[in-house]
T-cell receptor, first 113, second 116 residues
Framework: EAGVAQSPRYKIIEKRQSVAFWCNPI?????LYWYQQILGQGPKLLIQ????????DSQLPKDRFSAERLKGVDSTLKIQPAKLEDSAVYLC???????????FGPGTRLTVT | KNQVEQSPQSLIILEGKNCTLQ??????????LRWYKQDTGRGPVSLTI?????NTKSNGRYTATLDADTKQSSLHITASQLSDSASYIC???????????????FGKGTKLSVKP
């Protein structure tokens, strides 16, 4: 089966610019996650969707980050405006409703200059 | 506070040698513990998932152990290969909410380098 797809793989922007990341989960997976992984750290959950509803967005900096999953499949994560500390890898993962396993995409490496 | 701590932070071993990575956690209540392998520039890939009733699980040359009483886990790699060079992340899941995944607490990972 195809894995979790993310694009772009790399992005370099200047601070105060905006950026968007796209994720296509594994077919049939109801739950989708966005994580931020700063260099040398473990991933930090930003937002969790179940179908097109938000389950947990407690760690999402809502003044600048937004995410949507309008049709319960693909998702986009947006940062506007970006700050230097947003430089990180943004990972998307998906899972089925009944399974423990989370499957991660390759990530988008964001560099804010 | 729910935390997952891993040691060592980094490790260098020679190809063919064995090694053991440690994970201590303070997550409560506990649902399951996972070990992930993350190659540079890639997303994490699951190696093992253990619930509180399991104290060992193997996946090829990788063997994970869990002591739920002391809240410790280890990942043992046997006969290391160059391709084992990666970060190994311990992840603990708290009580389930919002579906089967629960609240995942990630460690910072152990960076393993296997040298020829």
């Amino acid at each position: 089966e195809a894995g979790v797809a993310q694009s772009p793989r790399y992005k370099i922007i200047e601070k105060r610019q905006s950026v968007a990341f796209w994720c296509n989960p594994i077919s049939g997976h109801a739950t989708l996650y966005w994580y931020q992984q700063i260099l040398g750290q473990g991933p930090k959950l930003l937002i969790q969707f179940q179908n097109n509803g938000v389950v947990d967005d407690s760690q999402l900096p809502k003044d600048r980050f937004s995410a949507e999953r309008l049709k319960g499949v693909d998702s986009t994560l947006k940062i506007q405006p970006a700050k230097l500390e947003d430089s990180a890898v943004y990972l998307c993962a998906s899972s089925s409703l009944t399974g423990y396993e989370q499957y991660f995409g390759p990530g988008t490496r964001l560099t804010v200059t | 506070k729910n935390q997952v701590e891993q040691s060592p932070q980094s490790l260098i071993i020679l190809e063919g040698k064995n090694c053991t990575l440690q994970c201590n956690y303070t997550v409560s209540p506990f649902s399951n513990l996972r070990w992930y392998k993350q190659d540079t520039g890639r997303g994490p890939v699951s190696l093992t998932i253990m619930t509180f009733s399991e104290n060992t699980k193997s996946n090829g040359r990788y063997t994970a152990t869990l002591d739920a009483d002391t809240k410790q886990s280890s990942l043992h790699i046997t006969a290391s290969q160059l391709s084992d060079s990666a970060s190994y992340i311990c992840v603990v899941s708290g009580s389930n909410y919002g579906g089967s995944q629960g609240n995942l607490i990630f460690g910072k990972g152990t960076k393993l380098s296997v040298k020829p």
